[in-house]
Each structure stands twice: as C-alpha cells, then as structure tokens.
C-alpha cells in the first residue's frame, strides 16, 4: 500500500486494473473505463443534489428527509407529537402519516444511500467515495463498481431494517461506502498486497462507529460484510467464457437474499 496525494493506493490492485485482454476487459471480466473517475463524480454529484434540495427545503426539517430516509415502520405526526398509528386514523385525526418500509415506502432501502443532511456527515462520505472509487471502478469495471456500490448499500439498508429501533430514521452513504472498504479489503488479500492500512482505516472507523453518536453501525457493518461478499464473487469468479455469467448469478443470488429478508421484515412489522 502506497500513501497518495489523497488516502492510499494498492498498487497491486492498480496494476490488475490495468491489465487488458483482447477485448479491452480488466482483470476480472469488466469492460475497462475509458475515464474510472467518472462514475465516482456521478454518485457524489447525485449526493450533493439530494444534499442541497434538502438544504434550501428546510434541513433537518424537509419533507425530503421523511420521504428519502429509510424508516422501519411510519408514524403518524399531529401537530409536534408523534403517534404510533395507521395511515387511515393518522388521516382521520388530520395528522401527517410518515411512511416507512414495511408501510410500502420500499424505496427508502435505496433513497437513503443518497440522502444527508449534515455537510460533514456528507464531506466524510464523498471524500470516502473520492478515494476509493476510482480505484476500484479501474480495477472491476464500471458496471461491476457499480454493482459492488449499490449491492453493498442495499445490505447496508436491510441490516438497518431488521436492526435499528423501529421508528428511527437512518440515512446517508456510509454503508455504500464502508462496501467499497470492504470490497478493497477483499481484493487486496486476493491479491497478497499488504492489508495493514486498510486494517488500520477499518479499526479507526469501528471505534468511530461505535463511540459516536448517532451513528449507525448497523448500515456500516452491514455495508462492510456486502462490499466484501460481492468482491469476493467477482475477483474469485472462475476465469472463461462463464465468469460474467458466474459474477451476475452469485450477485443476482446475493439480492435475492436481501429482498427476501426485507420481506421477512415487513412480516413482523406488519
């Protein structure tokens, strides 16, 4: 591992990056970017968006946060008391009903990976995102970056539905992001480089992660065991003619699971 200008690079892994074969693939069958930073600004430029519509709607108090931000189960508001109630009496006591997940708002699992209200909470995130996305998209491909980001948030989210109280709201990149950690780890090993800094980078945000309020563990750690499980199935893909049939199966497999734990969930909830 080598100190950057900004964080650090496996060279290692930059070097199986930069490997090509005939069809202009990297290493572990994607389509090579033509520019690996690209995608990266996309996902914080989609970020800062969401950031700065909340921000000239209200902050903390925008509509947008109850909206986007993944919430287990709905409560009904009436004036500034919170109840614990249906949308149907919610709307009969002329309340506002604040939807969750297990009320059908199913796209908060994915909204929240976008959503932040604090400009540290998403400075930390993006320059998280900076660090490691290029390398990673470099190395696997847009799309399979791609699939490695969005799945690890995905985990991330499930992890929070199953394990965060009930009525809390959870947003923000970290379990995104804390996949590209875990996706970096995995790769590294994989490729016998030195794991020591990211070892280290995970020790210090563990002990952030749990010392810190309101924070949630549960999307970071769910986030970590994502990233680490789906670069796991694309860099130990058997190599061939199969290997992007593989990587899509074992990651489509991997979804499945999430989507039926969300189920489960809902079932308890409800």
């Avoid at 109280?165 to 030195?194: C, H, I, N, W, Y």
């Amino acid at each position: 591992m080598n100190d950057a200008a900004v964080g650090f690079q496996c060279p290692s892994c930059l070097a199986e990056g930069k490997k090509a074969t005939r069809q202009g693939r990297t290493a572990y069958g994607g389509k090579r970017s033509g520019d690996p930073q690209a995608t990266t600004r996309i996902l914080i430029g989609l970020n800062v968006a969401v950031w700065l519509a909340i921000a000239l709607t209200g902050r903390g108090g925008s509509r947008l946060i109850d909206i986007l931000a993944l919430r287990p189960e709905g409560y009904c508001l009436i004036g500034r008391n919170a109840y614990d109630t249906g949308r149907a009496v919610c709307s009969a006591e002329q309340g506002s009903f604040m939807a969750g997940v297990s009320d059908g708002a199913y796209w908060q699992l994915v909204t929240n990976m976008f959503t932040h209200v604090g400009l540290l909470h998403l400075a930390a995130n993006m320059f998280a995102l900076y660090l490691f996305g290029p390398q990673m998209e470099q190395a696997l491909g847009r799309v399979r970056f791609l699939a490695l980001y969005l799945v690890s948030g995905l985990v991330g989210s499930a992890v929070v539905y199953w394990l965060s109280p009930e009525f809390q709201s959870t947003l923000g990149a970290s379990g995104a992001v804390f996949g590209l950690l875990g996706g970096f780890l995995v790769m590294t090993l994989k490729l016998r480089g030195d794991v020591k800094p990211i070892l280290i980078l995970l020790a210090i945000n563990a002990v952030i992660t749990f010392t810190v309020p309101r924070i949630s563990w549960e999307g970071h750690l769910g986030g970590l065991v994502g990233g680490a499980a789906v670069a796991a199935l694309l860099v130990y893909a058997p190599r061939g003619a199969r290997r992007s049939l593989v990587q899509g199966v074992g990651i489509g497999a991997l979804v499945v699971v999430v989507a039926v734990a969300v189920v489960l969930r809902t079932a308890v909830l409800t």
